[in-house]
C-alpha cells in the first residue's frame, strides 16, 4: 500500500519535509491523540505509547517501529451486498468477506487473509508485487506472521477500548483551538 499523507502542524512539524519512510496509516490515530493533547480514558490506551507512536517522532528522524508498517481491510458491506444481490458466484473465488491484513518490513511484505499467510513480496526487486514468495522463505513467512499477529492484538485491544459512541471528555475551546492551529478550522 502507497498512500501519501500530508500533515499540516504548525509550530510542531516543520513546514515542507518529505519523509519516506513507511508508516502504518495506524499511526495517523495516535498523531491526532498527540494533537488533542489530552487522552480519553481506557485500560489499553497507554499515553507512553500513543505518543511514542506520533508521527511527529517519524517527521523528527526516529523510527519507533522500526521500518515496519501495518494495513487492514475490513470488506465494506455495501460492496459486499451489491456482490451478493448481482453475482454471488464471486464473492467465494474473490474472497470478498475475507479481512486482509498486511505487514511491510524492510523491503518485504506479508498479505495475510483471514489470518494466514497468502502471499509474500520482497518489494526491492518486486515492487508491482508479481512474484508471489511465500513457498520458498518460510523462515521470513514464520517472523513476519509472528510480527503481523503481535501488531494485529495491539490494535485489537485499542478498538475495543474505544467503541463506538463511547463519549470523550474534551475542553471545548482547547480543541477548537488545536483544531485551528491545524488548519481545519479557521
Known amino acids: ?33 498527540d494533537a488533542a493533547g489530552s487522552l480519553p480514558d481506557g485500560p489499553s490506551l497507554d499515553a507512553a505509547e500513543i505518543r511514542g507512536l506520533t508521527l511527529r517522532r517519524t517527521v523528527r528522524g526516529a523510527d519507533p517501529e522500526q521500518g515496519t508498517a501495518y494495513a487492514e481491510v475490513i470488506p465494506p458491506l455495501n460492496f459486499v451486498r451489491a456482490i451478493e444481490r448481482r453475482r454471488p458466484e464471486l464473492l467465494a473465488p474473490f474472497r470478498c468477506l475475507a479481512t486482509r ?19 509474500l513480496f520482497d518489494l526491492q526487486v ?11 522463505q518460510p523462515a521470513r513467512r514464520a517472523a513476519m506472521q509472528a510480527a503481523l499477529e503481535q501488531i494485529r492484538r495491539r490494535v485489537e485491544a485499542e478498538r475495543e477500548d474505544l467503541a463506538a459512541g463511547k463519549k470523550l471528555v474534551l475542553d471545548d475551546e482547547r480543541l477548537l483551538q488545536q ?3 491545524l488548519g481545519y478550522v479557521d
Not at 502542524?9 to 499511526?27: D, E, F
Open 179 to 181: 483544531l485551528r492551529g
Open 126 to 136: 518486486d515492487p508491482g508485487e508479481r512474484h508471489d514468495r511465500l513457498a520458498e
Open 1 to 33: 500500500l502507497r498512500v501519501p499523507l500530508l500533515l499540516h502542524w504548525p509550530g510542531k512539524l516543520p513546514a515542507g519535509q518529505r519523509v519516506a519512510t513507511p508508516v502504518s496509516t495506524r499511526r495517523v490515530y495516535h498523531t491526532m491523540l
Open 101 to 119: 491484513r498486511a505487514v511491510v518490513h524492510e523491503s518485504w511484505k506479508l498479505i495475510d487473509v483471514d489470518d494466514r499467510p497468502d502471499e
